[in-house]
């Protein structure tokens, strides 16, 4: 399968807040349901930027509808699902600012369409999980099975007067290397780099 879009600045190096890591992934979920010819209305999904999720990537959060399954089809009509306002009912992507950072931009779109099969699944059946049509699908829009675990950051860097952390590093980087020539946002203070211990727990995803 030919590699959508691969070589075009389209932004995604310099998203630098939350709104724009949304802005970025809606647009590009918008295309991505163009090209590969998803059915899901994207304007029903809701997003949010989580900087606490330190496992998953990302994760589309949807509210349980009783009696679903996947591979059987949903009329929303004839459901009330509490509080929905919208057929389907919205649900909500959720993106890890930390694996954003750590993941180049065509494994962050890979992670996309991953989800928004789970969204794909979520609008027609009500339902959604990991099984063989999921698996398929995933295969048919070249996107992960599972979405990698990201570990976390190998450096963070912190101010050197009040403490707060202000950006991790996945890799060795210039940063890194001469973190004392660069100065906190915060207090134009020096930075303090820090490495993090390895983590090697095997939480489900
Ligand atoms: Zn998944
Ligand atoms: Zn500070």
Redesign the pocket.
Known sequence: MAHDDSGSTDGYNVIGSHDELVRWSRAYCTRAVDRYDFSVDVTLVQWEVSTRAKRRAAAVKTPNVDGTTVGKPIDWTTRSIGGATTTPPACTMSLSWRAFESFDRDEWAATLRHELVHVEQFQTFGATDHGPSFRRRAESVDAPIRVRRFTDPKYVLS?G??G?DVAYRYRDCKLVRESSAYR?A??G?ILDCRTERETNDNDAT
Request: charged share 10%; net charge negative.
């Open positions: 101010c007067d009040c707060t906190s915060c207090c203070a």
